[in-house]
């Protein structure tokens, strides 16, 4: 029979395959894939600048850091009429780091 495994971190295990199954279904959108890259080589910007620099329509991108602040992937903070936009999980940042080197 086969080996039975039992790695801290295997994704054989059902908790985690679902964790990752939720953060890859968080990012599987160009649009959110770009704001968390973006968010991520930034640290913090705000919504304006983030339309500006993705070139994106400001619903569909009020749609996705929707979808992203529902995931906890990001936060968001005020500041007098600005929502500024972080990335806040670490596996999210993890992952855009080895998206972008399996894709370099």
Known sequence: MGRIIQQ???????NMAEEASQLLSALANAERLMIVTLLHETGEMHVNAIVEILGANRASLSRQLA???????????????????ALN?????????TISHVMS
């Open 8 to 14: 801290k971190h295997c994704l054989c295990r059902p």
């Open 89 to 97: 999980h670490s596996k999210a940042a993890a992952l855009i780091k």
């Open 67 to 85: 979808r992203l602040r529902d995931q906890s992937i990001v936060t968001t903070r005020r500041k007098h009429n600005r929502i500024y936009y």
